[in-house]
């Protein structure tokens, strides 16, 4: 495994223990993935999550035979497990998991919630999604020569640190109420 394939492992793995750990929705729907394998083709990089007893692992060697496929650059992959919008991805097996893989990745504003989660996040940092995933699209990117796709790259990261800003503020203005 490369150096590029371990840290984008490891920052994948992250993120999907962060989100677990501030949300019991994502904790619920990666229980429910047991047995599953979900692999993402990235450019030349492949990777696999594995879902077991409640974890994720994410590899790039594994002899699991994925139930799902996700084909595409990293900025589409990463938009469809955000938003659900796989216009540029190309997806292969049960399809019938990307619901499942979305309620995972996307953020749940509940407004409810937002004040337990404002708690975890102060505890597990919104900063180590964030780390996460700028380091992902980071180490997927450091040896192109595309300058248009690294240029589109740090736009949807610019995109993403506003939105995290967004979200930081709103859970602050919540805290202080």
Do not use: W
Request: proline share 2%; hydrophobic share 40%; charged share 30%.
């Amino acid at each position: 495994m490369t150096i590029v394939q371990t840290t984008a492992a490891s920052a994948l793995e992250a993120a999907i223990r962060a989100r677990i750990a501030i949300d019991p929705q994502a904790r619920n729907m990666v229980r429910s993935l047991d047995g599953k394998a979900v692999e993402l083709r990235v450019d030349d990089t492949r990777m696999v999550i594995l879902f077991e007893r409640g974890q994720a692992r994410v590899s790039s060697r594994t002899e699991a035979i994925p139930d799902l496929t996700l084909t595409g650059s990293v900025v589409d992959i990463a938009r469809t497990l955000l938003s659900n919008n796989a216009t540029s991805v190309v997806i292969e097996g049960d399809e019938n998991l990307m619901d499942t893989l979305h309620r995972i990745f996307k953020p749940s504003l509940d407004t409810q919630d937002v004040a337990e989660q404002a708690r975890a996040t102060a505890e597990y940092g919104v900063a180590t999604a964030r780390s996460a995933l700028e380091g992902l699209a980071s180490e997927l990117t450091t040896n192109k020569a595309d300058h248009a796709r690294i240029a589109d790259l740090a736009e949807q990261l610019s995109r993403l640190r506003t939105t995290v800003n967004d979200l930081e503020d709103r859970i602050k203005a919540l805290e202080d109420r």
